[in-house]
């Protein structure tokens, strides 16, 4: 299935964030951000990162999303852009299109919009 540097990315612990927002946490607007963030809360407006993003298993996320890699185990209402990888696990939902180079859908996951599978550069 994932080989090499993407299959950490299914392995990342708590600890490994430098942030994480909290699951009591609602927030409308942009985030930037360069080191791997988790969202276990819900965040309205768009996500624009050189690095890894998790939307944890509760979240709900309204947003366009840039990223480096994408692990959704929430909610995504809106397009994902990544530059390597965007992984759906089983208990996610993606409503949205989603861009990158490499795809993964779990079995038992929901996904509705176009897949787009860019060329790596």
């Known amino acids: 299935m994932l080989k090499g540097k993407d299959s950490e990315l299914l392995e990342l612990e ?41 939307i944890d298993t509760d979240a709900s996320t309204f947003a366009d ?27 996610g939902v993606v409503t949205g299109d989603i861009f990158a180079e490499q795809v993964v859908l779990e079995p038992g996951s929901t996904f509705t919009g176009r897949c787009v599978m860019t060329t790596k550069k």
Request: aromatic share 8%; no cysteine; charged share 25%.
């Open 14 to 54: 708590e600890e490994d964030f430098d942030t994480i927002l909290a699951s009591d946490i609602s927030f409308a607007g942009t985030i930037r951000f360069s080191k791997p963030f988790m969202i276990r809360g819900t965040v309205t407006g768009l996500i624009e990162a050189t690095s890894d993003l998790v």
């Open 65 to 91: 999303i840039v990223a480096e890699r994408v692990l959704v185990r929430g909610k995504v209402e809106g397009n994902i852009k990544a530059k390597r990888l965007v992984f759906v696990a089983s208990t």
